[in-house]
């Protein structure tokens, strides 16, 4: 089975680290036996750069033989149509949600990308979501939920002081960890400042951003907890990483975090966003001092697992092109 993969987040040379969940995703279902040759842009809110990144899968397209398409993000199928190709399409947030701007509202733009999303969902073959919330956006649609999976040889269980150590954190203070990008607004690192702020002094926030995937678990063996203040989010990696990591979590409830961490003792969603509720929940957090019991709730996660189920959407998709 030959694949092209079209995908708007891709690592450059400028941010190496980007988007190792779909590059893993790649990995693993090479492993499965699938070729798959990737068509990385950047879209970047500029039309010139969708029309260029059209040319080129076109292009490609006519050069070589593919069985199949397999689009991340909706807007990355725009670049793929018109094709007689079987068409998959992933849904990884913020399709069906819209973009958050600057000032923490939804953007134009991401009333826009709504709209196309839409589209996009009428014309695929197979339909995939991260996080079974976002059908409620697409509720005359078939969809796979099929959430990116874990690399579990990855992601080792140590303990803390020598994580602390391989990091050159502090020892004596109870350290919370923040993911992602600071400058992205619907990140709200601001928020996560708040709320930590409220702590007393030997409570410090610690950022993880553009460093190597790979240390991530080490910071997750590092700290105490992990918090979540996003304004939206699909199926947040970053999620179930830390539950992987036996990491208590302190979480907004977005994407599908509620579900990933219902029943999980040491950990807490918030719905409402209010910062003193969720600092009270933290130090709860904080006090008890003590790991979750979490890995084995995301074992089924295992990438090689979700490979495996991924061929099949490909060998549905497949199947509904032959004659």
Known sequence: MRVLMITSEWPTQARPYWAGFIVQQVEFLQKQGVDIDVIPFRGAKNPVNYVRAWYRVHKRLRQSTYDLIHAQWAQSALIALPTRLPLVVTFRGGETDGIVGSGGKYTVIGRILRFVSWIVAIRADELVLVSGHMQRHLSQRSCHILPSGLDFSQLPLMSQDAARKQLG??????????????????????????????????????????????????????CDALLVTSIYEGSPNVVKEALACNLPIVSVAVGDIPERLNGVDG???????????????????????????????VRHLDENILARRMTEIYRKALSKREY
Not at 169 to 178: C, E, G, I
Not at 193 to 221: D, F, T
Request: with cysteine; proline share 9%; net charge positive.
């Open 169 to 222: 954190l502090p020892v004596s203070k109870r350290l919370v960890l923040f993911v992602g990008n600071p400058a992205e607004p619907r990140k709200r690192y601001a928020f996560a400042r708040e709320i930590v702020s409220q702590l007393n002094s030997e409570v410090e926030l610690v950022l993880a951003w553009g460093v190597p995937h790979k240390e991530i678990p080490v910071y997750m063996n590092a």
């Open 267 to 297: 950990c807490s969603v918030h719905p409402d966003n209010d910062p003193d509720r969720m600092a009270a929940a933290l130090g709860t957090v904080l006090r008890r001092k003590e790991r979750t019991n979490s890995r084995p709730t």
